[in-house]
Nanobody, 114 residues
Framework: QVQLVESGGGLVQPGGSLRLSCAASGSVIRAYAMGWYRRAPGKQRELVARISSLGSTIYADSVKGRLTISRDNAKNTVYLQMNSLKNEDTAVYYC????????WGQGTQVTVSS
């Protein structure tokens, strides 16, 4: 069973940047489509970026042009580069397969605030 550990979150001012990492263990993820999800306060978890096993990407309209998902299959790791962050990006960010399995990690908190 794959285990996913997210890291890289923090407090950043509007307009700032962060880079999230998702390290997978217990299984090789190269054959899977992977995604970054987020849960904002009072809202349901949503998929914001996905990357196929071959590297093609799809983004939610709310993050298009600002967030970039990538993967390093040699390191069994998925990344999310976050630029031009907005207050509404504040959320706990999770990675998982697409569609998701039930083994969610603890997530990493991203707080955008001045």
């Amino acid at each position: 069973q794959v285990q996913l550990v997210e890291s890289g979150g923090g407090l950043v001012q509007p307009g700032g940047s962060l880079r999230l990492s998702c390290a997978a263990s217990g299984s090789v993820i190269r054959a899977y489509a992977m995604g970054w999800y987020r849960r904002a306060p009072g809202k349901q978890r949503e998929l914001v970026a996905r990357i196929s096993s071959l590297g093609s990407t799809i983004y939610a309209d709310s993050v298009k042009g600002r967030l970039t998902i990538s993967r390093d299959n040699a390191k069994n790791t998925v990344y999310l580069q976050m630029n031009s962050l907005k207050n509404e990006d504040t959320a706990v960010y999770y990675c998982n397969t697409v569609p998701p399995n039930d083994r969610w990690g603890q997530g990493t908190q991203v707080t955008v605030s001045s």
